[in-house]
């Protein structure tokens, strides 16, 4: 149990860097936002590199959570997970009511995977993709903070 406290720390903590640096991130380049071709195209080279820096930080923070931190989760409250597909896990997590809806999450993964390409030839596409960012943070965010708070909440008493 110890060892799994552990890598529940360790889980949170890689979690918390990632969110507090695409925070970071979003609050110098939410001012371009929504994104129109002009606008996109003024971008400069600092500025693009918080987006680019604000779209990793989404990414890893979504993978972080859903690799990592939501198996954590239901292993040390003792519910089965191994062999399981992820749809299985997040409707667990819904079902404990960890998360809203596993429909949310599914949804924030499909833009993840959007921003993640870039489109050289289809400006227009990645900034229709890119436009989506300001509410997808949102809800990312939510998840994040909701899953935070009980860790240290139900698990606080454990060294967390």
Not at 35 to 53: K, T, V
Not at 56 to 69: I, T
Request: net charge negative; charged share 30%.
């Amino acid at each position: 149990m110890e060892e799994e406290l552990d890598k529940l720390k360790e889980t949170l903590g890689i979690c918390e860097l990632h969110y507090k640096r695409m925070i970071f991130a979003w609050e110098n380049i939410e001012k371009y936002f929504p994104l129109n071709e002009e606008a996109f195209g003024a971008i400069d080279p600092f500025q693009m590199a918080l987006f680019d820096q604000f779209i990793y930080r989404f990414s890893k923070l979504q993978d972080s959570m859903g690799k990592r931190l939501f198996r954590q989760i239901l292993d040390l409250l003792q519910e089965e997970t191994e062999g399981l597909p992820f749809i299985d896990i997040l409707n667990k997590l819904e079902k404990l009511h960890l998360i809203d809806d596993a429909k949310t999450w599914i949804a924030l993964r499909h833009t993840r995977n959007a921003i993640s390409h870039e489109y050289p030839l289809f400006r227009e596409i990645q900034i229709q993709e890119l436009n989506q960012l300001p509410q997808q943070v949102q809800k990312l965010v939510g998840i994040w903070l909701q899953q935070s708070k009980y860790c240290h909440t139900k698990f606080s008493a454990r060294h967390i």
